[in-house]
């Protein structure tokens, strides 16, 4: 079943989250499959980017969807992975191109140094009016150098727009999507700390060395090990204080939010004289659903009554109060 693990260590500015999504992201492959499964290298950023997802949305108080999103100028031209705020996660990835066996990041989306990583936040049209808060890193490091981990174009988001020194491991294959982060907790005037602070300095040594030891994780372990032999491995000279898990209902799972409404409400955007003409030349309008498969089917009836004003109600008077 799919986890998260939350935790901090005790008495230092520093915390901790492990995901391992094997249920959740068995079924977003599965439902892939009848489109075409995904080549290899792709599968693997889809599932490193909602690990990341995940993490990222457990790591905010913010009461509307986190959408992790890849625009790409190489064989891979969208990768989207949504997590809404209890955790309920889909995702899909968009290819044009031939995929090399062993294609990293860049290869994948940063051919031509275009690639770009967009973070938002989206209320989800909850209060009409509030805009959806979007921050957006570009695919290379602070010498222009191409990064080759999306783990690396994360780090380097975190620190840009939330000032947060945060360490991240991602790795996915066929089964397990997983992902740990390490931040260092924003303390008081942690903006400012002077190099003069000493105890800013031991705050950031702390921070320093957990690092370090979540960075020896290698992939296979992170794929591989329950959370707790995991976490033994790492932090064994470290005092940890781990929270309830987040697993089943109110862990991270695969769930789709399309509907026959929202299909709906996207046609009718599309105009009466386009969907006609689409329905003269095919018989029907069908709209299948990027994120689980769902097909949606809109006959000539259907698309009439789209672009036909509600009735009006039934007189109510004649109702036996
Ligand atoms: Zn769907």
Not at 175 to 180: F, H, K, M
Not at 182 to 199: A, F, K, V, W, Y
Not at 220 to 243: I, Q
Request: glycine share 12%.
């Amino acid at each position: 079943m799919s986890e998260l693990h939350k935790f901090i260590f005790e008495g230092l500015p520093v915390r901790g989250m492990l995901v391992r999504l094997t249920g959740a992201w068995t079924e977003l492959l599965q439902r892939r499959e009848k489109a075409g499964a995904y080549p290899e290298p792709v599968r693997d950023l889809l599932g490193e980017m909602a690990a990341a997802g995940v993490l990222m949305q457990a790591n905010i108080k913010f009461d509307g969807a986190l959408v992790l999103q890849i625009q790409g100028d190489g064989p891979v031209r969208l990768a989207v992975t949504e997590v809404q705020p209890d955790l309920a996660l889909r995702a899909t990835a968009t290819v044009t191109g031939e995929v090399a066996g062993a294609a990293g990041l860049e290869a994948l989306v940063n051919v031509g140094g275009k690639g770009r990583c967009a973070i938002t936040l989206d209320p989800g049209g909850k209060k009409a009016g509030q805009q959806p808060y979007q921050g957006v890193v570009a695919l290379h490091g602070d010498r222009r150098e191409p990064l080759q981990q999306l783990s690396d174009v994360l780090e380097h988001y975190m620190l840009q727009s939330e000032q947060l020194d945060t360490k991240l491991v991602l790795a996915a294959d066929g089964d397990v999507a997983a992902g740990l982060l390490i931040q260092r907790l924003p303390g008081e005037g942690s903006g400012n700390l002077g190099t003069t602070n000493e105890e800013g300095i031991g705050r950031s040594e702390d921070y320093r060395r957990i690092a370090l030891l979540a960075g020896t994780l290698t992939r296979e372990e992170l794929l591989t090990l329950p959370a707790d032999k995991l976490l033994h491995r790492l932090f064994w000279e470290e005092t940890l204080r781990r929270f309830e898990p987040l697993i089943g209902a109110q862990g991270p799972r695969f769930e789709c939010r399309c509907s026959r409404q929202r299909v709906a409400r996207m046609l009718q955007s599309l105009g009466r004289l386009e969907l006609d003409g689409l329905i003269e030349e095919r018989g029907a309008a069908d709209v299948g659903c990027e994120f689980c498969g769902a097909q949606y089917r809109f006959d000539a009836v259907d698309v009439g009554e789209l672009f036909t004003p509600p009735r009006d109600q039934p007189p109510a008077s004649s109702a036996v109060q």
